[in-house]
């Protein structure tokens, strides 16, 4: 789409933009920014990775800089219409989200455009609610096609419903993602590439209030490029008791892409986190992530343990710190991570 999604973004926002004297329009900014630091004892390019090998590093090196430089504009044209726009300077492209929001009823609802795909509970939150400031091995792993993760956004349509505490999201997208929309010059295309004519279907239903107490499943069923089977589900439980932070995820599904090569086996992974909360400025977590790529096999599996601290400083802003020890199969490598995040949004 070499028009380009920032073009199209221009587009929905002057089509919602409020009218002159209009009572019920009204525009919305939100913002977030967040500076990370982080330090590793050496670095892998794959799974399954043997020491010896060029896909190893075993150097420890540090960064730093922005993961997110975000502003969020929301137009509200009527009470039943509006649309939304989410940039992100820190990144390329930088448009993340570009899309209308139709409320057909108090209970349903119609979006058109470029989102966050509904599927699992991480992928629901944004990313300054994250207790570890980093998303799991099976969020990275699973909207991946071997290099990069463009999947956790895609461009479709969706249809929302809600009562009281059930709630569903059910969308049919491109499959492609959102990064293939603006430049396929870095090779991606050629590497699990899901180019085809056919539609992916996503969807998540979940019973709870988001942040504080629930449970949810999650599917995805579509195509790589060559008619690949791409499919997985997933299931999450949550709970935010005010002092307790529990939270867990399981995810299974067929036909990862890896290196940009397709697996036709079974995957699989979870992850749980256990947070307390002592006074509302400290909460600390611990969490365990596991991440198979090739179901019953012992030669690549993942796992990674986290020990963290979030100073949450007040509800706009928080400081957060974790120290990784990651266990690799079928060789123990050397590439434990020390990560902190510094974020604030208005």
């Known amino acids: 789409m070499k028009i380009g999604v920032a073009a199209v973004a221009a587009v929905i926002l002057a089509a919602a933009a409020p009218c002159s004297g209009q009572s019920s329009g009204r525009l919305d900014f939100e913002g977030l920014v967040q500076a990370y630091f982080g330090w590793r004892g050496g670095g892998i390019s794959r799974t399954g990775c043997d020491g010896d090998s060029s896909c190893y590093d075993g150097g420890a090196y540090s960064s ?76 990275h792993r699973l909207w991946n096609n071997g290099i990069t993760s463009p999947y956790l956004r895609d461009i479709g349509i969706m249809v929302k419903g809600k009562y009281s505490l059930l709630n569903c999201e059910i969308a049919m997208v491109n499959g492609a993602g959102f990064d293939y929309s603006e430049d396929v010059s870095d090779g991606l295309i050629s590497w699990g590439r899901d180019n085809n004519d056919s539609k992916d279907f996503v969807g998540r239903v979940w019973v709870g209030v988001p942040l504080f107490a629930g ?90 343990h986290y020990l963290g601290v979030n100073l949450n400083f007040r509800r706009s802003s928080r400081f957060q710190v974790c120290y990784v020890w990651r266990r690799e199969e079928p060789v123990e490598l050397s590439n434990d991570r020390l990560q902190a995040f510094l974020s604030a949004k208005f």
């Not at 509200?76 to 649309?83: G, K, M, N, V």
Request: aromatic share 16%; hydrophobic share 35%; net charge negative.
């Open 215 to 304: 449970f949810g499943f999650s599917m995805y069923e579509g195509k790589w490029e060559r008619g690949e089977r791409r499919d997985s589900w997933a299931f999450d439980l949550y709970l935010d008791t005010g002092k307790v932070i529990f939270q867990t995820e399981y995810e299974r599904g067929h036909g990862l892409m890896q290196d940009g090569v397709w697996s036709d086996t079974d995957h699989c992974g979870y992850h749980v986190l256990v947070g307390y909360r002592f006074i509302p400025l400290i909460e600390g977590l611990y969490k365990y992530d596991k991440f198979d790529p090739t179901s019953g096999s012992t030669q690549d599996t993942v796992r990674d």
């Open 64 to 139: 730093y800089g922005l993961s997110a430089a975000r502003l969020r504009v929301t137009a509200r044209a009527t009470e039943r219409i509006s649309a939304q726009v989410t940039l992100d300077a820190s990144r390329t492209p930088i448009v993340l989200d570009a899309f209308i929001d139709v409320f057909l009823a108090d209970w349903a609802g119609l979006r058109v455009g470029q989102f966050e795909l509904p599927y699992g509970f991480e992928n629901y939150i944004g990313r300054f609610d994250l207790m570890t400031g980093t998303r799991s091995l099976i969020a």
